[in-house]
């Protein structure tokens, strides 16, 4: 199957650079040495008869362009770097589609379907049926059950998932939307608990929210019979709004984070964390909801706006 590197005019700062690697004989010189085997830095210097300052620089502008892979190895002298070839293709769109309309895509993740975690007493996960880890104990987070959580619950620490984004590659969003359920996290519970959750995208720090509470004098709309009262119940829906411009959470601005900032394009997927920065003013910890537990009967939700 060819690799196809998609680009669209929208994308004007990916385009320019692919235009500029290529406008070079020597750098599609360098791309056609590529076909077939790897070279390093000497011996594309070699082939070509320039000198290897040059080939660096030109796989350097290659290699920002997203046309090659380069890897450090261990050389007689040091390390070297390997280049090879990236793509088979490369698709420039250059008609754009023209609507009234907005076009969303919205993908739906569990909150037990996290791929990692730093997770502190007290803790715990919990189905629609039952406990899935014994309370308090970190080590049981990773249990295969815990795909199955309605509600989970942490001291302090993160969770962090990771989402497709396999929508045609040469369509850029305008916005990004994530909402899921939240609250503090204290003991039983307390109604004026505050913890400030901070969610990060991509690695990059998007916003806080400030959460009132962990809210217990309720019970929440969606709890099955067997959870107790006296203990958590129910969140907030909070959503978080990424634009060209700015990150909002529930309409507040929050951060100058701008959807470029996310590198959408430049990773295979989406990687989400929800949790409290060590040095937060209130390390409150967090309650997440699934679908089937709180008020607000959805997973987290992760969606872009065309």
């Known amino acids: 199957m060819s690799k196809v590197l998609y680009l669209n005019a929208e994308n004007e700062e990916t385009l320019y ?3 500029k690697a290529l406008a070079s004989t020597d750098r599609i010189k360098i791309l056609k040495l590529l076909y077939f085997n790897s070279y390093n830095i000497g011996e594309i210097a070699e082939q070509l008869n320039i000198p290897p300052s040059t080939a660096a620089l030109h796989i350097r502008i290659l290699e920002q362009a997203n046309l090659i892979n380069t ?8 390390s070297m770097k390997l280049c090879s070839r990236k793509n088979d293709d490369i698709n420039i769109c250059l008609t754009g589609s023209y609507t009234n309309n907005e076009q969303t895509y919205t993908f739906s993740m ?7 975690c730093d997770i502190h007493p007290t803790c715990g996960l919990v189905s629609v049926e039952r406990p899935i880890a014994r309370e308090d104990k970190p080590e049981d987070f990773f249990l295969a059950e815990r795909l199955n959580a309605q509600m ?25 939307v994530l909402s899921f359920e939240a609250c503090s996290e204290a003991p039983n ?17 998007c916003g806080t929210w400030n959460s009132p509470g962990d809210f217990g004098a309720r019970r929440g709309k969606l709890n099955p019979d067997w959870w107790p009262n006296g203990s958590t119940q129910y969140g907030f829906l909070v959503t978080l709004v990424i634009t060209d411009a700015r990150a909002l959470i529930n309409n507040k601005e929050v951060s100058s984070t701008r959807l470029c900032d996310l590198q959408l394009d430049r990773h295979p997927y989406v990687t989400l964390r929800i949790g409290n920065k060590p040095d937060a003013e209130f390390v409150g910890g967090f309650n997440l909801f699934g679908k089937k537990f709180g008020d607000f009967e959805q997973d987290i939700n992760l969606s872009f706006i065309y």
């Open 189 to 205: 519970y307390r109604e004026n608990w505050k913890s400030d959750i901070t969610i990060w995208i991509n690695g990059i720090e």
């Open 17 to 19: 650079n692919v235009a």
């Open 71 to 78: 890897e450090q190895h261990p050389g007689s002298h040091g």
């Open 152 to 176: 989970l619950w942490s001291s302090s620490g993160y969770v962090e998932y990771r989402f497709s984004h396999s929508i045609e590659p040469y369509r850029f969003p305008r916005q990004l």
């Open 110 to 116: 569990p909150i037990g379907a996290y791929t990692n």
